[in-house]
């Protein structure tokens, strides 16, 4: 790991903010350990208040040079990030599953996020269009166009440490604006890291410092960059409690925010299911990342038919399920992120039987030789009422609950009745079942797949979920409109002046 720690330009004691070439920060220093191994993978020095307002400041200055640059330009390089990336995608996947414990195989593919997305960023620097409309008077042209905003605060959670910055920078960027990044204190290696390849595409091109700067802290810097009213965009993924904060704090100045936050997602698998496909999709939905991820599978809704068959594969499939080291490849699970998680996961698994749940596939933490950091826990399953508290509750952790239907409506009204709506699944090859889903009756979510799961969405399309989700959309489709400000132009090519609305008004 010291290899690759170097490889990524990360050192023992690590500066915590940066605007580009320059480092520096002098607020306390926090320490980065894994949850594989509980060792201390590095320090990180973080930002003061005053290490807060020179990056603003910087980016500030910065963002009037990048907004004259043409996009396509903006895109060349953002291209020339992507293709660092690519050099570097087994050790950046490699200290993203060390830092953040999920497997190896996620950590590689967390990094082809940001290639891909990277890539769409360079197609979209050519494509920012904007509309040409008529006017109702003659000799005049009425158009759109779009312009940046400025700086883009970005808050990262820990459980997708690069991807989802840079879902959200490579956007911004070919947009003409700038970034500062809060990345969470759960990751922060991860964080000085990505800034330092970002800082040698800027160091090879001669770009000023602040397009792109990083400060590392708590929850302190994230208020400092929520209430700051030099950033008209933050986008922020996380938790549903500290969206409420952040979506209120920003609306309060006027600021724009896009909220990624919890998920409660549901796969509903019918009558008319292909069972093994189905199998591979909710068991990696319910236990990939450790159930970590926004997406990851929290209930399973099966209809009553199916039921004993399909919770008996599940759990002949858990049953097979290896956890240890994510970083062998033949572990299926890695650890959770840290003790405070492996505390949430039992107190969950205790609400789960205090409320009436029945567990089928028992919890538990691993003790012994290799999960010495004690994060590492046992996937569970309980049959569960889906108005249980606790099932409508996210718990960051592998415990999926299975339920009973008897009518697709039913169905539908159990996967739309919780309180977040990111992700959804049906499981079906009749297509009456998948286009109801599919429909205005049907889920509810910001995602709604059919024979998929509901983690592992693709960059191409806006991602995020309504109600406690949010509502924010990121990533692929046209979510590049909500980095920018619309702007309406009417041009007057005419040797007249004339009035919208037929208005007369005459001076002579
Ligand atoms: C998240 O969990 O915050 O769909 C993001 C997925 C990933 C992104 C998840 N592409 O699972």
Redesign the pocket.
């Known amino acids: 790991m010291q290899e690759v720690l170097r490889s990524l330009g990360l050192k023992e004691i690590n500066e915590g903010c940066s605007t580009g070439q320059n480092w520096f920060s002098n607020g306390e220093v926090i320490e980065s350990f894994s949850p594989v191994d509980g060792k201390l993978i590095g320090k990180i020095k973080t930002a003061t208040k005053a290490d807060y307002l020179k990056v603003v400041s910087t980016a500030s200055d910065a963002f009037k040079f990048w907004r004259e640059i043409p996009a396509p330009k903006r895109g060349e390089y953002v291209r020339q990030f992507g293709d660092k990336l690519r050099a570097k995608k087994a050790g950046l996947g490699k200290l993203v599953s060390y830092e953040m414990g999920k497997s190896y195989q996620e950590g590689l593919g967390e990094v082809q996020?940001m290639i891909d997305i990277c890539d769409f960023a360079v197609g979209l620097s050519r494509q920012l269009y904007g509309l040409q409309l008529h006017s109702e008077r003659p000799q005049h042209r009425m158009m759109e166009q779009w312009h940046p905003l400025g700086i883009v605060g970005i808050i990262s959670?820990f459980?997708?440490p690069v991807?989802?910055w840079a879902w959200n920078s490579s956007l911004a960027w070919i947009c003409g604006d700038v970034c500062i990044w809060k990345p969470s204190e759960k990751t922060p290696l991860c964080s000085v890291a990505c800034q330092n390849i970002w800082n040698e595409v800027a160091k090879e091109n001669n770009l000023p410092e602040g397009i792109s700067s990083l400060v590392n802290g708590n929850y302190v810097v994230g208020q400092l960059l929520t209430a700051d009213t030099h950033v008209p965009l933050i986008s922020a993924?996380g938790s549903t409690q500290m969206g409420k904060i952040v979506g209120a704090t920003v609306a309060e100045r006027f600021g724009r925010s896009i909220l990624?936050l919890g998920g409660n997602n549901a796969i509903i698998i019918t009558e008319n299911a292909d069972l093994d496909n189905t199998l591979i999709g909710a068991v990696f939905g319910a236990i990939g990342t450790a159930g970590q991820?926004?997406?990851t599978t929290r209930r399973l809704i099966i209809h009553e038919n199916i039921y004993d068959k399909a919770k008996d594969q599940l759990v002949k499939a858990y049953a097979q399920l290896k956890i240890g080291d994510p970083l062998n490849e033949a572990n299926h699970v890695g650890p959770l992120i840290d003790k405070d998680a492996v505390k949430k996961y039992l107190n969950s698994l205790e609400s789960v039987i205090s409320e009436g749940g029945k567990i089928i596939v028992p919890g538990g933490v691993l003790e012994g030789k290799g999960f010495e950091s004690g994060c590492y826990v046992k996937p569970a399953i309980a049959e569960a009422k889906n108005d249980m508290a606790i099932v409508q509750h996210e718990t960051f952790a592998p415990i999926l609950y299975i339920m009973k239907y008897k009518t697709l409506d039913e169905a539908i009204a159990l996967q739309n009745g919780v309180p977040q709506g990111l992700s959804s699944a049906i499981m079906t090859l009749n297509m009456r079942e998948a286009e109801l889903f599919l429909s205005a009756a049907g889920s509810d979510c910001g995602i709604a797949n059919v024979n998929i799961g509901t983690?592992?969405?693709e960059i191409g399309g806006a991602?995020g979920g309504e109600k406690e989700t949010g509502g924010g959309r990121e990533s692929g489709s046209d979510a590049w409109k909500a980095y920018m400000r619309r702007q309406t132009n009417t041009l007057n090519w005419g040797s007249k002046a004339s009035l919208a609305q037929g208005i007369k008004f005459d001076l002579s």
């Open positions: 996020e959670a459980n997708f991807a989802v993924t990624e991820r926004c997406t983690s592992g969405a991602f």
